[in-house]
């Protein structure tokens, strides 16, 4: 069955670095594009990045553009979300999501709260 697992979340400073994995099990990791979303308190769940399966192509919410690298190690099973230069508006649930065989895949999340 497929699972994904987030980590890597925490509280960090504005202006800090925090780099979040996400481990996948139960599919061809490799044969999949992966994506980021978050959802902050009291609003609906936005996709941050996208990456396709042999990561050649990455794409990114305006929000997060030149800050943000999504990157994959597919002989890890493994896609990053290095985020550099945070803010507090990035302050939100973290979540790793795929869609397979039909169906839309997510993790439980991993919280990144950006507060001084």
């Known amino acids: 069955q497929v699972q994904l697992v987030e980590s890597g979340g925490g509280l960090v400073q504005p202006g800090g670095s925090l780099r979040l994995s996400c481990a996948a099990s139960?599919?061809?990791?490799?044969?999949?594009?992966m994506k980021w979303y978050r959802q902050a308190p009291g609003k609906e769940r936005r996709l941050v990045a996208t990456?396709?399966?042999?990561?050649?192509?990455?794409n990114y919410a305006d929000s997060v553009k030149g800050r943000f690298t999504i990157s994959r190690d597919n002989a890890e099973n493994t896609v990053y979300l290095q985020m550099n230069s945070l803010k507090p508006e990035d302050t939100a649930v973290y979540y790793c999501?795929?869609?397979?065989?039909?169906?839309?895949?997510w993790g439980k999340g991993t919280l990144v709260t950006v507060s001084s």
């Open positions: 990456i396709t399966s042999d990561g050649g192509r990455k």
């Open positions: 139960g599919f061809i990791f490799g044969s999949y594009v």
């Open positions: 999501n795929t869609y397979y065989s039909g169906i839309n895949y």
